[in-house]
């Protein structure tokens, strides 16, 4: 025996749930987006609803701000949000969705990861007095534009290092890369000594020679650190 066609309808919305989540993983300062469905208790989409939604974070790294429109009007039981932002890089970023009498939805964990490569920064300035001749230590992290800390700075590929500050280094002083235990900024080896050309007050270059001769050594790739 077969049953008369019967239907069966959408429930009252009772919840809100993440329809189109954030990626995974998204670059500081680039736009992304998401969208918020209100349901029933089972997940059907209930279309005729035409409230508000609000978005916010809940889980950050410290001082994370999100930016964008973080309200948004549902249209046929959806609510889309796009050119949301944030500046700072780190793991764990949660966003949380809300509207009145609708239970909460929040997103999976994703991560905002440090933008390109832009500079490298001076974390640990030479000594401000060496004897001549005996090696000295410096430290120089690579930053991308918003002063994250990039972990791959395969873009920089030039032979001039921005240190901020040359302090009293001067042409011919010889210097010691250390990659910190990371991995070795291309083709500089850990342990080995380099020397110093002076571009100005901020900007060095190294060369494998104590002469200076031949071409400035150009960083072609990795992470850690020159000391």
Do not use: C
Not at 145 to 158: C, E, K, M, Q, S
Not at 161 to 181: F, M, S
Request: proline share 8%; net charge negative.
């Amino acid at each position: 025996a077969t049953t008369t066609p019967f239907q069966v309808t959408i429930g009252a919305p009772s919840q809100l749930t993440i329809h189109t989540p954030p990626p995974s993983s998204v670059n500081a300062g680039a736009p992304f987006g998401l969208t918020v469905a209100v349901t029933d208790p089972y997940g059907n989409v209930e279309s005729s609803y035409s409230g508000q939604v609000a978005i916010a974070i809940t889980s950050r790294p410290p001082g994370a701000v999100l930016s964008g429109t973080l309200t948004a009007t549902v249209n046929q039981g959806v609510a889309s949000f796009s050119g949301l932002s944030t500046t700072t890089a780190g793991p764990g970023y949660v966003i949380q969705a809300t509207s009145p009498s609708l239970a909460a939805a929040n997103t999976a964990p994703f991560t905002v990861a440090a933008a390109a490569p832009f500079k490298l920064a001076l974390v640990v300035p030479p000594p401000n007095s060496v004897e001549a001749g005996v090696g000295f230590g410096l430290s120089v992290v690579a930053e991308d534009v918003r002063f994250n800390p990039a972990t791959d700075i395969g873009g920089l590929l030039h032979d001039t290092i921005d240190i901020g500050y040359t302090g009293n280094l001067k042409n011919g002083d010889e210097v010691r890369y250390d990659n910190g235990g990371g991995v070795s900024v291309s083709p500089l080896v850990d342990g080995n000594l380099y020397y110093v050309n002076v571009v100005d007050g901020q900007h060095v270059k190294l060369y494998a020679d104590h002469s200076l001769s031949g071409s400035a050594i150009a960083l072609a790739g990795g992470s850690g650190e020159n000391q």
